[in-house]
DNA sequence: AACGCTTACAACCGCAGAAAC
DNA sequence: CGTTTCTGCGGTTGTAAGCGT
């Protein structure tokens, strides 16, 4: 899958080699111990600091696209497939900020998805978009209505309006395309109004469109039972997407953009959110908050994808190996996607978290009826537990923490 | 079974902008 | 104020798996 980087792989390549190709589960676990320490950011401190031969930026990579906790897996549903379609036919390859408004998927997942999508329509001769998606498309750009034309809206400019940005043309009408643009429609006409509801609530209800303010589970925005593990907080603006903020300024707007656009009837997504600060959207992992850790509860699962952290209270004696005795957290990732050719260590990853045996996806599906998936979750080039062992081993060899301090060995390797 | 093509996906690369020094 | 470092983004590539012949 990945490739080699034509010889500098593994960690004997030398001192001072970088490693390329995938990521083994032993590195996983190195670098979520390190996220779990200090947070995210500062993705060149990892390898300086654990001796992850790996750079800054495979690091973040590794930890936006695969390790982060509130990752949603799985296939699109159709509800994302126009979601994406729609706004990529209003801001063409941002997948960053596609990405932004659809929690839990990373740039790179729609950016594959776009392109496989492009390669197999093209080939098939088939237009892009969908007939409706591709009106709705046209309909907003000819009224220079793009809600994501400029998503930098001030925050907390709430009575600004929509920007008015047109963004370049896209769609070029074509009178012997069957599903070329529709003809100008006022922006008041009622047949909007029963033909594009979408268009019609947007027009109607926005008066601000602006992106979510993105918050880590760890932000100080959040709130937090006692007893979070004391990451640090960082800007908001450099966090990562996929949670929403409601309590920063612009953060109904923004799903209530992504209500419409999920069709969420209901409206806003607030009204649903089991935590006044955090925010649950539609056909999205469940964010649930942080359990007290001196409690025991049980992952919140609420009937859909459920990704939870989860700090179970540390037997007498025992110590936090991350948190310097105080507690110790337990990431707990679910998700619904069929594993196709997942290779992760089922053991690895719940070790790599610490949670128990079937919290994991690979091992919740197989607990699922008629699933005998492997893990759908991260992945690595690390196929059995023996692998995963010796390659931790070595890897931890390496490092300049004493091998316990990650948790790993019980003996002295030196 | 072998082969070739397609698909899906992970990961790398280069670039640009922001932040730090 | 210039330089360096860090971060994020979008494009691209390589490869395993799926699938048809």
Not at 153 to 178: E, I, K, R, Y
Not at 288 to 315: I, K, Q, T
């Amino acid at each position: 899958m990945a490739r080699n980087g034509g010889g500098a792989s593994g960690v004997e390549g030398g001192v001072g080699a970088l490693k390329k190709g995938p990521w083994t589960a032993a590195e996983d676990k190195v670098l979520v111990d390190h996220v779990r320490r200090h947070g995210e950011g500062n993705w060149n401190a990892v390898r300086r600091e654990t001796g992850l031969q790996r750079c800054g930026k495979s690091c973040r990579l590794r930890w936006a696209n695969h390790l982060r906790p509130n990752l949603r897996k799985g296939p699109f549903t159709p509800e994302e497939e126009r979601h994406i379609l729609r706004l990529h036919g209003l801001i063409g390859n941002k997948w960053a900020r596609i990405s932004s408004h659809l929690p839990g998927r990373t740039d790179n997942e729609i950016k594959n998805y776009w392109n496989t999508r492009i390669k197999r329509r093209q080939r098939a001769g088939q237009p892009l978009y969908p007939p409706d998606i591709e009106r709705e498309i046209a309909l907003l750009r000819a009224q220079n209505a793009n809600p994501f034309a400029d998503a930098d809206v001030v925050p907390g400019a709430a009575t600004a309006t929509a920007t008015l940005l047109l963004p370049p043309p896209l769609l070029h009408h074509d009178a012997s395309n069957p599903f070329a643009l529709p003809p100008a429609v006022p922006s008041h006409s009622p047949l909007v109004n029963q033909t594009y509801p979408l268009l019609s609530q947007m027009q109607q209800g926005m008066q601000v469109f602006q992106s979510p303010q993105p918050v880590f589970h760890h932000d100080v925005g959040i709130v937090s039972p006692p007893g979070l593990p004391p990451l640090p907080t960082r800007a908001q603006q450099e966090l990562p997407s996929n949670q929403f903020d409601a309590a920063s300024g612009g953060g109904t707007a923004g799903l209530l953009l992504d209500s419409l656009l999920l069709g969420d009837d209901d409206g806003y997504l607030l009204r649903h959110n089991p935590s006044p600060s955090m925010v649950k959207a539609p056909s999205m992992p469940s964010l649930s908050s942080y359990c007290d850790p001196g409690s025991r509860l049980p992952p919140v699962h609420d009937g859909g994808d459920v990704v939870s952290s989860h700090c179970p209270a540390a037997a007498p004696g025992e110590e936090d190996v991350h948190l310097g005795g105080a507690t110790k957290w337990n990431f707990t990732f679910e998700d619904a996607r069929p594993g196709k050719r997942r290779t992760a260590s089922v053991m690895g990853i719940s070790d790599m978290f610490g949670a128990p045996a079937g919290s994991v996806p690979g091992e919740w599906f197989s607990a699922c009826a008629g699933s005998t998936a492997p893990s759908p979750g991260p992945s690595s080039a690390v196929t059995n537990d023996e692998d995963f062992n010796l390659e931790m081993r070595q890897l931890m060899s390496t490092l300049p923490l004493p091998i316990d301090e990650h948790g790993w060995g019980t003996h002295n390797l030196g």
